[in-house]
């Protein structure tokens, strides 16, 4: 393995790691609510529903990785 795949597959094992812990913290918040209605969403997500979605941020960084992967390996290879 290269130093750049050992840095990249330690990266995606913080992210990984940082959203179970997330997650996690996410779902014992839901278990105290007392009613049954969702709670208030935020003004600010409410102006921006798309740039403030992490499941779209997550497409989108993704895709520029592997944008820059594939473009790190081009330029990188021999012809």
Do not use: C
């Amino acid at each position: 393995m290269t130093m750049l795949d050992v840095v990249l597959s330690a990266l995606a094992v913080l992210i990984l790691v940082i959203g179970f812990f997330y997650t996690w913290n996410i779902s014992k918040n839901t278990k105290y609510q007392s009613n049954g209605y969702d709670t208030e969403i935020n003004p600010k997500v409410q102006a921006h529903p798309y740039t403030r979605n992490p499941i779209f941020l997550t497409y989108l960084i993704g895709a520029a990785i592997v944008i820059g992967f594939i473009v790190y390996y081009a330029l990188s290879s021999r012809w």
